[in-house]
């Protein structure tokens, strides 16, 4: 299962995908209720499976052993972050808050986030392993790694879990390359729920530009305080090094397009990364239930190719995917095996779209992008030229 050595059959131009994940990331168990609430009203017959559940997961893991990128992909255990790891990117207190949840037993620590018996092993699992994907990328294992992992982790901040995450996966990543001296790193978030705790960890530095694009839903409560506005732009050295691309709902394939090309691949051309971290969920597809936005396959795969060409002209190649959302427990799994195709350049897609066809309007969308592009020019120096 795991191990380095391309397959005989593997075309030289395409570059293995080394993916990193563990079995023991199915056993964090969130239950059922009304969607993600854990409410059992007493008159429904049939209860939601939390949208954040295992099957979403086992269907990622299965199409890329089975389907045809299989050849393409080398897979790594994945290992349990140590707890002294975690301090990188959250606080003390918090980490001790969880520790002493997870002894308690069952806990709602916010809005549709429970950590259940086995839920902080998998946590750990998640953390880790993503750790050990930018590991083998900064140790010259590899220019590409995933780290397939759940729970998801852009919304944890340092000091409080939000929205189905207890820590922030890619954040921790992000520190330890920090601590191995890359002075420059860029996250592209294209989960369709604002990255707000990678933001926050990163708010107040320049080291990390934080690019997400997401749709406008604005503050969700307690555990979610930003909004995820184009005014929130950094504070002290980190100002203008968080830029929010928030597009109506709605948005697809036309307006992911010109968002990338209008201000995605700008920004980063200006900011010139060391390493670029590609924050994917497919719950901004347009027919998951957690979003509002219509990115079909084409769309995921466009999107991973030009992350890829970011990664190569200006980061050596080196890119770490790291898995969030995605909550249609079958459409998600096609759209990341998109978003992987597009990542390692095939050149036709190897499957194709089972359920496409829904209608996009870019208008509104492109109106959007050109109204923030005006007002990064007008706010933000080193883009006034982009």
Request: contains cysteine.
């Amino acid at each position: 299962m795991d191990g380095d050595n391309p397959s005989p059959s593997q075309p030289a131009e395409l570059a293995l995908l080394h993916v990193f994940w563990h079995e023991g990331m199915l056993d964090h168990d969130t239950g059922f209720g009304v969607f993600d609430t854990g409410f059992d009203p007493g008159f429904l017959e049939v209860l939601d499976k939390h949208p954040e559940n295992a099957d979403r997961v086992r269907n990622m893991v299965s199409i890329l052993r089975k389907g045809p990128l299989s050849r393409f992909l080398t897979w790594h255990s994945g290992r349990p972050a140590h707890v002294a790891e975690l301090l990188s990117f959250h606080s003390r207190e918090y980490i001790d808050y969880l520790v002493q949840a997870n002894a308690r037993g069952s806990t709602e620590l916010c809005a549709g986030t429970f950590l259940n018996p086995g839920s902080w092993g998998v946590a750990l699992l998640a953390a880790g392993s993503t750790m050990s994907a930018m590991d083998h990328i900064l140790s010259s294992r590899a220019n590409l790694a995933y780290a397939l992992v759940r729970p998801p982790g852009h919304h944890a901040q340092p000091t409080r879990a939000d929205g189905y995450c207890f820590l922030n996966n890619a954040g921790l990543a992000i520190k330890f390359a920090l601590n191995a001296n890359i002075k420059r790193v860029v996250t592209i978030d294209i989960d369709v729920h604002y990255g707000n705790g990678t933001a926050e960890g990163f708010y107040n530095t320049n080291d990390v530009l934080t690019i997400s694009l997401h749709m406008n839903h604005g503050s969700w409560g307690p555990s979610h305080p930003q909004s995820g506005s184009i005014e929130e732009l950094g504070e002290g050295n980190g100002y203008g090094y968080n830029l929010n691309i928030p597009l109506p709902n709605g948005s697809g394939d036309e307006s992911y397009q010109y968002a990338f090309d209008e201000l995605v691949v700008p920004a980063v051309r200006q900011y010139q990364p060391e390493i670029i971290v590609f924050i994917i969920g497919q719950d901004s597809s347009m027919f998951d239930p957690n979003g509002r936005q219509c990115l079909s396959m084409d769309g995921y795969r466009k999107i991973g190719r030009l992350v890829r060409a970011m990664a190569e002209e200006h980061s050596k190649g080196r890119l770490l995917i790291v898995q969030e959302g995605g909550y249609h427990i079958t459409y998600s799994a096609y759209c990341l095996h998109a978003t992987i195709e597009g990542v390692l350049k095939v050149s036709e897609p190897l499957l194709e779209d089972p359920i496409a066809g829904y209608p996009e309007d870019s208008g509104l969308a492109c109106e959007v992008v050109n109204a923030i592009k005006r007002y990064w020019r007008e706010t933000i120096p080193y883009l006034k030229d982009i």
